[in-house]
Nanobody
């Protein structure tokens, strides 16, 4: 399993980005998949998660602005981010779990600045 995150970049406040995380290695059946983020000087925090059945959960700080989704056929998880704020600036990491292991992607940097 190799999770590869992409889609980060520099965006102005109020803008949008869509992050993708694809498993480019051996295809497996993931249970829950999630996005975490880590801002400079802060601990990594959970942003959103989606279960194997499609049930989603979103942190209060991004509720109504961020949407997580997954495509099981493509072994991919997405994070649609709208109405971005400077405080959303962070490295975003995807995570995927099977019954046996937890896998992390390499992270993609999102910078929200004018």
């Amino acid at each position: 399993v190799q999770l590869q995150a992409s889609g980060g970049g520099l965006v102005q406040p109020g803008g949008s980005l869509r992050l993708s995380c694809v498993n480019s290695g051996t295809i497996v059946s993931f249970n829950d998949m999630a996005w975490h983020r880590q801002a400079p000087g802060k601990q990594r925090e959970l942003v959103a998660s989606v279960s194997g059945s499609g049930t989603t959960s979103t942190a209060e700080s991004v509720k109504g602005r961020f949407t997580i989704s997954r495509d099981n056929a493509k072994n991919t998880v997405y994070l649609q981010m709208n109405s971005l704020k400077p405080e959303d600036t962070a490295v975003y990491y995807c995570k995927a779990r099977t019954f046996a292991r937890t896998y992390w992607g390499q992270g993609t940097l999102v910078t929200v600045s004018s």
